[in-house]
Each structure stands twice: as structure tokens, then as C-alpha cells.
């Protein structure tokens, strides 16, 4: 069995190696992410290697962009106006597909690496990324309102960008490094990675990677979603309780 096993990778090996374009063969250090009460933040690595066409390295060798994506959601955007004194919400707008993370990593500057038509198709970079804006907003609103966004989601280390910070060894083997907040959004997130070659893509795969809560928070998430009623009684027997204490706690000092 062990046999046939090694006769199989090395069959597979030789099968991509002998493709005519080269072959991504991706990973990432964890593909389960827990969230706990302590959690401060993770570190996913993406790595991976380049499987040349007969194993042969080009002089020229291809650059490497990694897009770690969150799961999409539907958002609006509010604009707050100074009216007499006060700020107040005026015009908005609603994204549908707004992913809850993005963060892309490149081994060179992206502007270096392909055109904008590429990186439109490929939403490679936060000024690419398809946000969906409602119909209805004229193209100078949602251009406002998109950098706004996207500008607030930087804010909350949810969108970023990392030009050259991709390392490539030897011209195969690749790492780059993402950094997740601890104000991650739960759910299914996908690691798209891309070879690049005179502005074009030449290889593309992709990993999935699930970010959930565990222990109480688990509990708490699933109990909002699945029995709301007593979720929400349950809150509110609890801030009862709570302030009861305080009181009774002050009163006796």
C-alpha cells in the first residue's frame, strides 16, 4: 500500500510538473479559525509552490498575489452633515456584496504586475473589489460613498494591502503572511492565490479557510440565531440582575 502510494505521488508530480503552464500548489497554516473570549488577533500563513513545466525555472521568473477574502454582506453607508450645530445622517448608499475582510498580499507592487483591466477582472486591490453600490446613486456619489467605506474598513484593519511582502525562494517557493484583527467577521473566508507573468495570470488556486466562535461565545452566537425569544429574555434577566447588584453593592458603602 505504501508503494502504491508513492507510485501515485510521483505519477501526480509528474502529471503537473509535464503540464504546459505552470501549476499553483497551494496551503495555509490554519484552515479552522477559533474565536474565543481571549482572542486578540491571528496570523494565517499562506504558502505554497510554483510546478514549472518539466521542472524547469524560467530566467524571468512570475510574481505572486494572495487575496484573503471574508464572507460578503449587505451594508449601507451613511454621510453625516453639519446641520445647525449638530451632526446629523444625510445621504446613503447600499453596497450589497461587501466582503468582511480583504487583505491582499503581492510580491512586487501591483501597479507593476498587471493593468487595471486585469485587476478589475480579478479585483486585485481595495479600489477593485465588486462592492454592488444600488443603481440608484449617481457615479460621483458612489464614488464618494465607496472610499468612505473602504476607508472606514481600513480604519478597522478589516481591508488592507501589502505590496511586496510576498517572498519567493528560488523562484518556487512562496509565503506571505496575513495578519486577521480580532474584529474579524465569522464564516467562511476563501485564500485566492495568483502567478503572474508580463501583466497576465497564468495559474490560479484557491484554499478555504472557516473563522468561527467556540466555548461561550459559540454559545451565545448560536442562542441569538436559534431561540431568540429566550435569548433576548435571558439578556434582559440579566441586566436586571446586574444592575440590581450594582445597587446593592453601592448602597452598602
Known amino acids: 500500500m505504501i ?15 509535464a503540464a504546459r503552464e505552470p501549476v499553483l500548489v497551494p496551503d495555509v497554516s490554519q484552515r479552522d479559525v477559533e ?16 510546478l514549472y513545466p518539466f521542472g524547469r525555472i524560467p530566467s524571468d521568473k512570475a510574481d505572486i498575489a494572495v487575496i484573503l477574502r471574508g464572507p460578503t454582506q449587505s451594508i449601507i453607508v451613511r454621510e453625516k452633515q453639519r446641520v445647525v450645530g449638530l451632526w446629523a445622517n444625510a445621504e446613503s448608499t447600499r453596497f450589497r456584496s461587501v466582503p468582511g475582510f480583504y487583505s491582499i498580499a503581492t510580491s512586487r507592487p501591483l ?29 460621483e456619489e458612489r464614488q464618494r460613498f465607496e472610499k468612505g467605506l473602504i476607508e472606514l474598513m481600513q480604519k478597522q484593519q478589516l481591508f488592507s494591502e501589502h505590496p511586496g511582502e510576498i517572498e519567493i525562494s528560488q523562484g518556487v517557493l512562496y509565503r ?3 495578519a486577521i484583527p480580532a474584529r474579524v467577521p465569522v464564516g467562511k473566508y476563501t485564500a485566492e492565490t495568483f502567478l503572474i507573468k508580463d501583466g497576465k495570470i497564468l495559474s490560479a ?14 454559545f451565545v452566537a ?6 431568540p425569544l429566550l435569548y433576548g429574555l435571558f439578556a434582559i434577566a440579566l ?3 446586574m444592575g440590581w447588584l450594582a445597587g446593592l453593592i453601592f448602597r452598602r458603602f
Open 3 to 17: 508503494r502504491a502510494l508513492r507510485l501515485s505521488i510521483i505519477a501526480t508530480f509528474m502529471l503537473l510538473t
Open 35 to 50: 474565536i474565543r473570549y481571549s482572542f486578540a488577533g491571528a496570523e494565517l500563513l499562506l504558502f505554497g509552490a510554483i
Open 111 to 139: 501597479d507593476k504586475l498587471v493593468d487595471e483591466r486585469t485587476s478589475a477582472i480579478y479585483e486585485l486591490g481595495l479600489g477593485n473589489i465588486q462592492l454592488s453600490p444600488s443603481s440608484e446613486a449617481s457615479p
Open 176 to 178: 506571505a503572511k496575513i
Open 205 to 218: 488556486a484557491t484554499r478555504k479557510i472557516v473563522i468561527r466562535k467556540s466555548g461561550f461565545e459559540r
Open 222 to 227: 448560536d442562542s441569538a440565531v436559534s431561540i
Open 239 to 241: 441586566s436586571l440582575g
